[in-house]
């Protein structure tokens, strides 16, 4: 079988290049090239992304078409037999419920038991509705005044002219709370297809520079402002306090944006 991880690795190696500089220039995740290099396909976000990884990197590596070729063929033939298992191990566990729960010579008269029991319950559920009715009514009617106490009218105080408009002046009546402005900046990018190039620069200080894939998301929180740096800004969704403000350009654009507290200015 071909070996995949250790030609990539031999030929990285072979031309001193680090994992480092590899991750700078093809913009593919360090974890990404160490999980081809050693054949651990599980960290990789799925068939289509590790082919595509698989091509970038060889390529930068300098393989020709042909080896490349054969690369993500014996990719494609270690991938498959793993999706092959795990579709046949779910058909196993549809068909197996049905097996068990089957109770062979479960007596038919059990019915008429249950619909029973349940017309007995819901006829003491209207009975006890009923008793506790008639008890609130007769409860209510027979309530007795505390002797001495003299039934008079609701009092309702007299309001006294130009109270309102002084208390008004001087400043008196409750304010209607207005809204506050949050006293930072929050911001999440969602990658919703594809990858994207991004850095991300916090209060004047890089926070984030890399590749995000599609799945992945990252949260930022700056107390002045937040400058974002995208490569591909058609497949990233931005989110500020919660709230999507969409995508802002369109596929292969590059985008330079800065979110303040006060105001959003493009640079």
């Known amino acids: 079988m071909f070996e995949i991880g250790a030609t990539l690795r031999t030929a990285r190696e072979e031309k001193n290049i680090s994992l480092v500089e590899a991750e700078e220039t093809t913009k593919i995740k360090r974890d990404y090239l160490e999980a081809l290099e ?8 799925g068939q289509v992304y590790a082919l595509g990884f698989l091509k970038t990197y060889a390529r930068y590596l300098g393989f020709d078409t042909e080896q490349i070729t054969e690369m993500c063929e014996a990719l494609k033939n270690t991938l498959e037999p793993t999706k092959t298992v795990e579709k046949v191990k779910n058909n196993k566990d549809k068909i197996e419920p049905k097996v068990r729960n089957y109770r062979p010579g479960r007596p038919l008269f059990q019915m008429p038991r249950i619909r029973f029991s349940l017309i007995a319950l819901i006829a003491l559920l209207i009975i006890v509705s009923v008793a506790f009715g008639l008890w ?19 009092e309702h105080p007299v309001p006294i002219p130009g109270d309102s408009l002084n208390g008004a002046e001087n400043g008196s009546l409750a304010a209607t709370p207005s809204e506050t402005k949050s006293e930072e ?18 209060d004047g200080r890089e926070s984030f520079n890399g590749t995000l894939v ?15 740096h995208l ?24 985008i330079r944006k800065t979110f303040t507290l006060n105001e959003q200015s493009n640079t």
Request: aromatic share 10%; proline share 2%.
């Open 38 to 45: 050693t054949e651990d396909y599980e960290e990789l976000p």
């Open 136 to 154: 609130k009514s007769q409860g209510a009617g027979d309530l007795d005044l505390v002797p001495g106490e003299k039934v008079t009218g609701e």
């Open 185 to 202: 900046i929050n911001l999440e990018l969602f990658v919703r297809k594809d990858r994207c190039w991004m850095r991300i620069v916090i």
């Open 214 to 228: 599609a799945g992945e998301q990252r949260k930022f929180t700056g107390q002045e402002s937040i400058y974002i």
């Open 231 to 254: 490569g591909n800004a058609g497949c990233v969704e931005v989110f500020q306090d919660g709230q999507s403000l969409g995508y802002l350009g369109d596929w292969g654009k590059v």
